[in-house]
């Protein structure tokens, strides 16, 4: 702390709430500013002061905002004439500084600078004084005319007033930058969500949407739009549910929520808002709203739907074909050890071809996946003693499911009994697809150089399998031959159009 000032002064100085309100400013230390050098240069002219200045206080420094006459910027808060003006009345006057107490010894007037006149009046902002317009000259005066410093007091009112303004346009133009970052911010989030963002005045019927509304309801790029154009673009099966649910919102006050679907391209939308002003007697004037594109989630959930339900079905027709597979199996099998030998393989090919289907959303299964499933992945690069030919090609639930069972049993026999019981045996599987007469997939399996193969006297559980496997598919058929040269078979499955 500076002794060299009276408690007065540095009272006023050290004050904190004035130096809070000096800080809020922003302005200690900043380039100049040419209003204020227009008041400096007003006042020296009135005065017929050589150096006019418009200063402002903090404890320990003075810095001139403004100057005129002087090449200086500032100077110590102990060497400030308008610090004393800062604790004094309305104006200061120093007539002769080299006989006032407090300023013979400054070194502004012993030195160069030579001060001997000095007025000033205090710049108050605030509620706070901050600094002063002043005036000062070379030559003592013997005294003022009151009219003069009432100009003075009246020049830094003028520039009291002045940093007022400044400082407010400062703040709003803070304001404002905040705000336009804060709606881009705003705007790029809503576009980043593909959320349209709506304020429909109910007075003219006009909406002010942003750019992402404009495009989900296919409205024009630019102009004004009407709340009409707008209903004018939801499905004519959506319309009265979506206009009762706004009457109900404007008469009662209730959130207005809709979903609705959006021609031509019939996406659907949630559209949900508020009434935000009401007028006197409780008209709705504003109501505030947002959009957002659901589209996905309805086909997801109508997705879900048919897949739960395709899901709900194949767990009956499975039980129901694990249940008389069981039951045919044991009853070919009672001995425990040859049940769970032949059941198991059975209840393993069901359990991949649904896993399979699974994984494809029951939307069927290629078939070179399903002969994988029983051959090995590597059948096509790999054969082992195996020659498969035909085009790959995607069968439905049904087909796959009845088609590995057949297969399993084929090569189940064909290992136990068949073709690949020697070391010579093959078996040769090809198919073809047909159009005509009915579209459809002609599988064929043929053994040799297998075993001699004769008919068997009682049919087993694996040829009634084989010929039962697709009987859930209409109009498919199966014939199975015991030839001498080994066991033959042709498996007729008609497929949808679009999967031929």
Request: net charge negative; aromatic share 6%; hydrophobic share 45%.
């Amino acid at each position: 702390m500076n002794s060299s000032l009276p408690d007065d002064v540095r009272k006023v100085l050290d004050d904190p709430a004035r130096l809070q309100a000096l800080a809020a400013l922003e302005v200690l230390g900043t380039d100049p500013d040419a209003d204020f050098d227009r008041l400096t240069r007003v006042a020296a002219h009135i005065f017929g002061a050589e150096i006019a200045l418009v200063t402002l206080i903090d404890k320990e420094r003075q810095w001139f905002r403004a100057c005129h006459g002087t090449d200086l910027t500032g100077t110590s808060a102990s060497d400030s004439f308008c610090a004393h003006t800062l604790a004094g009345p309305e104006a200061m006057v120093v007539l002769d500084a080299t006989t006032d107490p407090r300023f013979m010894h400054n070194p502004l007037v012993t030195g160069e600078t030579g001060i001997r006149f000095y007025a000033g009046a205090p710049i108050v902002v605030a509620g706070q004084r901050l600094g002063s317009l002043c005036v000062l000259g070379k030559t003592a005066r013997n005294a003022v005319e009151p009219a003069l410093l009432d100009q003075l007091v009246d020049l830094a009112g003028l520039a009291s007033t002045l940093f007022a303004l400044k400082d407010e346009a400062r703040v709003r133009a803070r304001t404002a930058a905040a705000l336009l970052r804060e709606e881009w911010r705003h705007a790029l989030t809503l576009e980043a969500g593909n959320v349209g963002s709506w304020i429909w005045d109910i007075r003219t019927g006009e909406v002010v949407c942003n750019d992402m509304f404009r495009r989900m309801y296919h409205l024009p790029e630019s102009g004004t739009i009407q709340f009409e154009q707008v209903l004018d673009t939801v499905h004519a099966g959506d319309r009265a549910a979506i206009e009762d649910s706004i009457q109900a919102s404007l008469n009662d006050g209730v959130d207005f929520a809709a979903e609705v679907r959006v021609e031509p391209t019939i996406r659907w939308l949630t559209m949900r808002g508020r009434v935000y002003q009401r007028d006197a007697e409780g008209r709705a004037l504003v109501m505030m709203g947002a959009s957002t594109d659901i589209t996905e989630a309805k086909q997801s959930a109508e997705h879900t739907r048919l897949l739960l339900r395709e899901l709900n079905h194949r767990v009956k027709n499975t039980l129901a074909m694990i249940q008389s597979v069981a039951r045919q199996t044991i009853r070919q099998n009672p001995d425990p050890k040859a049940f769970i030998e032949a059941f198991s393989g059975r209840l393993r090919t069901i359990s991949d071809a649904h896993v399979l289907l699974a994984d494809r959303d029951w939307s069927g299964v290629h078939l070179y996946e399903v002969i994988a499933s029983q051959l090995g992945p590597d059948f096509l690069e790999h054969p082992d003693r195996a020659t498969v030919n035909g085009p790959d090609m995607m069968l439905p639930a049904d087909h796959a499911v009845g088609l590995g069972l057949i297969l399993h049993e084929l090569t189940t026999n064909a290992h136990r009994h068949g073709a690949w019981s020697t070391n010579r045996g093959v078996v040769n599987i090809y198919w073809e697809k047909r159009e005509a007469p009915v579209p459809g997939l002609m599988l064929r399996w043929r053994e040799s150089e297998g075993p001699a193969v004769a008919p068997p006297r009682d049919y087993g559980l694996g040829t009634k399998l084989i010929e039962r496997s697709l009987a859930k598919v209409l109009d498919s058929d199966v014939k199975l031959r015991f030839d001498p040269g080994g066991v033959a078979a042709e498996i007729w499955m008609p497929l949808p159009v679009e999967q031929v």
